[in-house]
């Protein structure tokens, strides 16, 4: 199976979108969740998946244009937040930090290693 993280890398360097520019990456990423909310504003669940996938593509691409390799990069991230102990907030129903973690059990990223 191809690896997505590289197929998207390879899209940027195809059509040469390899410099990094903070407020156009904002743009873009702005612009794909209005997408992604507004198709769930109609329940528009196949729309839905193609506005998040389109934030991937964006935030895997400006990760690589940031001089990293994406994949190294999530790998550091995932690392990190499953490191972190918590529970579901039943009045919220988001992931809540345990903020009684003793700090010492916590991953911290470490993005050196994922430099280009």
Request: with cysteine.
């Amino acid at each position: 199976m191809p690896n997505p993280i590289n197929q998207i890398v390879d899209f940027n360097i195809d059509r040469n979108l390899v410099s990094f520019d903070s407020n156009l990456e904002y743009s873009m990423l702005f612009e794909e969740l209005q997408e992604f909310m507004m198709a769930a504003a109609q329940e528009n669940e196949h729309e839905m998946v193609d506005g998040l996938c389109d934030v991937i593509v964006v935030a895997v691409g400006a990760i690589y244009k940031l001089g990293y390799y994406p994949d190294a990069a999530l790998l550091e991230t995932v690392k990190e937040i499953s490191s972190r102990k918590g529970a579901i907030n039943q009045e919220t129903g988001k992931w809540q930090k345990d903020l009684n973690q003793d700090p010492s059990t916590l991953y911290k990223a470490d993005y050196t290693n994922s430099k280009r």
